[in-house]
Every structure is written in structure tokens, then in C-alpha cells.
């Protein structure tokens, strides 16, 4: 049988309310019987002292003026259940004398000498009774025993009494808490019902909705606000992956297409061996852009199912920047743009040389690419203690403050750059390398035209080992 939260916890409060009231009420009681105890102690006592004062007051009645007051003591408190004893053998005289009191007097006639000046509880059958014993000394060599018996049957009713309105207002109390504790459940579990209704309504296309909050700030808010942001995340990786899936498609429809559009024209009428191999190189191009798109797109989501491991050796980062500097410096000077290095010194890391090769060029290929005739591009290191920055700048075609916060999504491309040849997942690759390695990447518009790109890699490993892969990738 499964419960509800609600109904689990009203019964939980329930079980701890009723463990706390009986507590508190065994408290009380034993409380109450040990106060009612301690006033029949002094009760007894006092009527002993009494009596002890009424012998030194009559030494010459001596044992007659004590029968004469214990009479009269018995008489007063007969109704509190008062017995009184009188022991000097061979005579025993019971005070008030009937049936029932003889009884009990025989029956506490073998008291231990422990109970003397010392009050006992003793029971006879099934009655309680306090007893105290006093010796009085009429002579050098005669004397005798007063024993004072109070019966506890007014205590026993007085508990009784208490017990059975406790038990009463307990029961009642624990009614009205049961009852309380439920609809306060039921008040509490409120925004949890309204979050769960709410939940039920997602679907994957429509992940606009968010859980409420009660505006309490409490465990439950910070729960649903907790869950917001995933809801949120979720939804950024869900448009993401929408987004992705559109471009990847748009991207190789291109180049299938011009492959088919080449042979679909090579085929329509028999051509010489110029224009056959003409043909041959326009799709070994087509195919080789189509590859290095593919490659890329199996790097990223190898990278996003955490599958990509990087090689960590000790790299001179300012030695693999400068061949890939040597590298571009024909390109560079094709275009008839200016290319520059400003090397550094002390640029040891742990790292995966062959994704910083990666980084250099792809950052490198987009300065120079998107730059124009007479333009610069700088490849600048600029070391500290924990970590190495790549600054490469340039001063080409730039992007605008709103294409900037775009520019490293997958396929992103800006309307300027679009006459250019490139998948636009350059820079995502880039990106990935930076936080795979435990760093960071970020761009910087140039004004009046231009863009500045600083790469972070930490000098030590370890960050990256803590880093999931799945995380490096396409963040908007």
C-alpha cells in the first residue's frame, strides 16, 4: 500500500505529538504522586511530633493522656484514612478499632526495624498504606511503640483522576493536532502539487513554462528555483540542438548539392579530358570541404559524449605558435596582410599539443581569412604564474556588438563572412580546446573594425581533469 507524502508525514507528527504528550504526562504524573508522597510524609510527621509533644506535656497521665490524645487525633482524621497504633505488650490497641483496621495493623505487625523515624509505602492486599514508626520511652526500662498508618486510597484517586483527564484532553489534543497537522501538510505541500501539475505540462517543444514560486524563500522556493534552471538549461540545449541539427543540415546540403549539380552537368554531354579533370578537382574541392566538416562535426559530438581524451605532455606553447606562425606567413603575404608574432619566454605547459596546434591555426585562418588587403594580424603570449594567454588581433572585416555574443555557436556565421569559405565551427572547436584544457576563451570587437580573440590555458593539467567534456560546448 503506498501513502502519500502528505499522509506519511501527518502520521509521522502524529507518532512524535503522541510520543511527546505521553511523555509529558508520565512526566506530570510521577510529578503529581511524588508531590502528594511528600505531603503525606510531612503529614505523618507532623502528627508524630504532635503526639511526641503531647506525652512531654502530660508526664503525669504518662501512657493514658497518650491514649487519651491519640483518640482524639483519630477521631479528627478518620476520614483521611489516619490509623493509629498503640504497641506495649502485652497490649496492642488499634485507634479507630474495627475489622478492617485490626486486619491491616496484623498484617504490618512484622514491619522491619528499618521503618523506625523513617516513613514506609507497604501494601496490603492491593491497598497502599504509609506507615511510621516512632518510639516513646515512658521509663529507664519501660517503653513503647507508636506506629501512625495512613491509607493512600485518596492519593490513588487523586492519580486516578488526573490519568483519566489526561488520557481525555490527550486524546482530544491529539485530534485536533492530527487534524491540524494535516491541513497545514496539505497548506505546505501546496507549491509542491503546483510544481508537479506544472511539470505534467512540459512537453519537449514547449518548454516555456516554469514552476511557481510562493515567494516564501524557503526549502520549496529554493527547490523550484533549482529546477527553473535546469528547465532553463534545458531549454537552451533543447533550441541548441534544434539549432544545430538545422544548420548541420543546411551547411552539407551545400556542398552534396554542388557535387550532384558537377556530375548532373559533366553527364549531359561527352567532354574532353581538360574538362573532365576541370570537373574532377571542382569535386575532389567540394569533397574536401565536405570532409573537414564532417571531421569537425564527429570532433564536437565526440567531445559533447565526453569521449574526446586529450594527450598532456609539456609543450613550449611559444615554439608550437611559432610554426604555426611560419606556417601562415605565405598566406599572410598572399592576401598582403600584414602578419606579426611577439614571442615570449618561460611558455612551458601541460597540455595536448596537437589541440593547440588546432587553436593557433583555427584562430590564425580566421584573422587572416576575414581580413582585407593591407591589414595586420599579431599573435602576441603574454605568460603569468598560473597560466599562458593566446592574444591574436586583427583589424579586418569585425563583427557588430550582437553578432559578437554569437560567434563561437556552431555554423554561426556573420553576414560579412559569409562570402568566405568556412563551416562557422571553427571558433566552437576552439572554444572546446580552451575548457578542455581547464581555461577559457573570449572575444572583444576592435574599434573601428577588427576583432581580438585572448585564449587561457592554465600552465597546470589538473583543472581539466575535473571538467566535463560535455560542458565545453556550443554555450550561448
Given at each position: 500500500?503506498?501513502?502519500?507524502?502528505?499522509?506519511?508525514?501527518?502520521?509521522?507528527?502524529?507518532?512524535?505529538?503522541?510520543?511527546?504528550?505521553?511523555?509529558?504526562?508520565?512526566?506530570?504524573?510521577?510529578?503529581?504522586?511524588?508531590?502528594?508522597?511528600?505531603?503525606?510524609?510531612?503529614?505523618?510527621?507532623?502528627?508524630?511530633?504532635?503526639?511526641?509533644?503531647?506525652v512531654q506535656?502530660?508526664?503525669?497521665?504518662?501512657?493514658?493522656?497518650?491514649e487519651?490524645?491519640?483518640?482524639?487525633?483519630?477521631?479528627?482524621?478518620?476520614?483521611?484514612?489516619?490509623?493509629?497504633?498503640?504497641?506495649?505488650?502485652?497490649?496492642?490497641?488499634?485507634?479507630?478499632?474495627?475489622?478492617?483496621?485490626?486486619?491491616?495493623?496484623?498484617?504490618?505487625?512484622?514491619?522491619?526495624?528499618?521503618?523506625?523515624?523513617?516513613?514506609?509505602?507497604?501494601?496490603?492486599?492491593?491497598?497502599?498504606?504509609?506507615?511510621?514508626?516512632?518510639?516513646?520511652?515512658?521509663?529507664?526500662?519501660?517503653?513503647?511503640?507508636?506506629?501512625?498508618?495512613?491509607?493512600?486510597?485518596?492519593?490513588?484517586?487523586?492519580?486516578?483522576?488526573?490519568?483519566?483527564?489526561?488520557?481525555?484532553?490527550?486524546?482530544?489534543f491529539?485530534?485536533?493536532?492530527?487534524?491540524?497537522?494535516?491541513?497545514?501538510?496539505?497548506?505546505?505541500?501546496?507549491?509542491?502539487?503546483?510544481?508537479?501539475?506544472?511539470?505534467?505540462?512540459?512537453?519537449?517543444?514547449?518548454?516555456?513554462?516554469?514552476?511557481?514560486?510562493?515567494?516564501?524563500?524557503?526549502?520549496?522556493?529554493e527547490?523550484?528555483?533549482?529546477?527553473?534552471?535546469?528547465?532553463?538549461?534545458?531549454?537552451?540545449?533543447?533550441?541548441?540542438?534544434?539549432?544545430?541539427?538545422?544548420?548541420a543540415?543546411?551547411?552539407?546540403?551545400?556542398?552534396?548539392?554542388?557535387?550532384?549539380?558537377?556530375?548532373?552537368?559533366?553527364?549531359?554531354?561527352?567532354?574532353?579530358?581538360?574538362?573532365?579533370?576541370?570537373?574532377?578537382?571542382?569535386?575532389?574541392?567540394?569533397?574536401?570541404?565536405?570532409?573537414?566538416?564532417?571531421?569537425?562535426?564527429?570532433?564536437?559530438?565526440?567531445?559533447?559524449?565526453?569521449?574526446?581524451?586529450?594527450?598532456?605532455?609539456?609543450?613550449?606553447?611559444?615554439?608550437?605558435?611559432?610554426?604555426?606562425?611560419?606556417?601562415?606567413?605565405?598566406?599572410a603575404?598572399?592576401?598582403?596582410?600584414?602578419?606579426?608574432?611577439?614571442?615570449?619566454?618561460?611558455?612551458?605547459?601541460?597540455?595536448?599539443?596537437?589541440?593547440?596546434?588546432?587553436?593557433?591555426?583555427?584562430?590564425?585562418?580566421?584573422?587572416?581569412?576575414?581580413?582585407?588587403?593591407?591589414?595586420?594580424?599579431?599573435?602576441?603570449?603574454?605568460?603569468?604564474?598560473?597560466s599562458?594567454?593566446?592574444?591574436?588581433?586583427?583589424?579586418g572585416?569585425?563583427?557588430?556588438?550582437?553578432q559578437?555574443?554569437?560567434?563561437?555557436?556552431?555554423?554561426?556565421?556573420a553576414?560579412?563572412?559569409?562570402?568566405?569559405?568556412?563551416?562557422?565551427?571553427?571558433?566552437?572547436?576552439?572554444?572546446?580546446?580552451?575548457?578542455?584544457?581547464?581555461?577559457?576563451?573570449?572575444?572583444?570587437?576592435?574599434?573601428?573594425?577588427?576583432?581580438?580573440?585572448?585564449?587561457?590555458?592554465?600552465?597546470?593539467?589538473?583543472?581539466?581533469?575535473?571538467?566535463?567534456?560535455?560542458?565545453?560546448?556550443?554555450?550561448?
Open positions: 500500500m503506498k501513502w502519500s507524502l502528505k499522509t506519511r508525514l501527518t502520521i509521522w507528527m502524529t507518532v512524535v505529538m503522541s510520543i511527546c504528550i505521553m511523555a509529558g504526562f508520565a512526566w506530570i504524573h510521577f510529578g503529581l504522586k511524588s508531590i502528594l508522597n511528600s505531603k503525606n510524609e510531612i503529614f505523618l510527621a507532623n502528627k508524630a511530633d504532635e503526639l511526641l509533644a503531647a506535656d502530660n508526664d503525669s497521665g504518662g501512657l493514658n493522656a497518650l487519651a490524645e491519640i483518640k482524639r487525633e483519630a477521631e479528627t482524621y478518620q476520614s483521611d484514612g489516619l490509623i493509629l497504633v498503640l504497641r506495649k505488650q502485652p497490649k496492642l490497641e488499634v485507634v479507630p478499632n474495627s475489622d478492617a483496621n485490626l486486619k491491616v495493623v496484623n498484617r504490618l505487625g512484622s514491619m522491619h526495624p528499618v521503618l523506625l523515624h523513617k516513613p514506609v509505602q507497604m501494601q496490603v492486599d492491593g491497598s497502599d498504606f504509609m506507615v511510621y514508626r516512632i518510639a516513646i520511652k515512658e521509663s529507664e526500662v519501660s517503653s513503647y511503640d507508636l506506629d501512625l498508618i495512613l491509607s493512600l486510597q485518596e492519593t490513588r484517586l487523586i492519580l486516578a483522576q488526573f490519568d483519566r483527564r489526561a488520557l481525555l484532553g490527550g486524546l482530544a491529539l485530534a485536533v493536532a492530527m487534524a491540524g497537522g494535516y491541513y497545514f501538510t496539505i497548506q505546505a505541500l501546496r507549491p509542491v502539487a503546483a510544481s508537479i501539475q506544472t511539470a505534467r505540462t512540459l512537453k519537449p517543444d514547449q518548454m516555456e513554462t516554469r514552476l511557481p514560486l510562493a515567494g516564501t524563500g524557503d526549502e520549496i522556493d527547490l523550484a528555483t533549482t529546477i527553473n534552471g535546469l528547465l532553463d538549461r534545458l531549454s537552451a540545449y533543447h533550441a541548441q540542438i534544434i539549432r544545430f541539427t538545422s544548420d543540415s543546411h551547411e552539407l546540403r551545400g556542398p552534396m548539392g554542388a557535387m550532384r549539380a558537377i556530375v548532373e552537368v559533366a553527364l549531359q554531354r561527352p567532354r574532353t579530358q581538360p574538362e573532365y579533370q576541370e570537373i574532377l578537382e571542382t569535386l575532389g574541392e567540394q569533397c574536401d570541404k565536405l570532409t573537414l566538416m564532417v571531421d569537425a562535426l564527429l570532433l564536437l559530438a565526440r567531445a559533447d559524449a565526453g569521449q574526446v581524451k586529450l594527450n598532456r605532455n609539456e609543450v613550449d606553447f611559444n615554439a608550437v605558435a611559432m610554426e604555426i606562425y611560419e606556417l601562415y606567413q605565405p598566406l603575404e598572399e592576401k598582403q596582410v600584414e602578419f606579426k608574432m611577439h614571442a615570449s619566454q618561460a611558455t612551458l605547459i601541460m597540455a595536448d599539443e596537437q589541440r593547440l596546434r588546432q587553436l593557433i591555426s583555427n584562430l590564425v585562418d580566421n584573422a587572416i581569412k576575414f581580413n582585407h588587403a593591407g591589414g595586420m594580424v599579431t599573435i602576441d603570449l603574454q605568460p603569468d604564474k598560473e599562458i594567454q593566446l592574444i591574436v588581433e586583427d583589424n572585416i569585425g563583427v557588430s556588438d550582437e559578437m555574443e554569437m560567434i563561437f555557436d556552431r555554423f554561426y556565421q553576414d560579412s563572412a559569409r562570402s568566405f569559405k568556412g563551416s562557422g565551427l571553427g571558433l566552437s572547436i576552439c572554444q572546446w580546446i580552451c575548457e578542455a584544457h581547464g581555461g577559457s576563451i573570449h572575444a572583444e570587437r576592435k574599434i573601428p573594425a577588427g576583432m581580438r580573440v585572448t585564449a587561457r590555458i592554465p600552465k597546470s593539467f589538473h583543472c581539466a581533469e575535473q571538467l566535463e567534456l560535455s560542458q565545453a560546448i556550443g554555450r550561448s
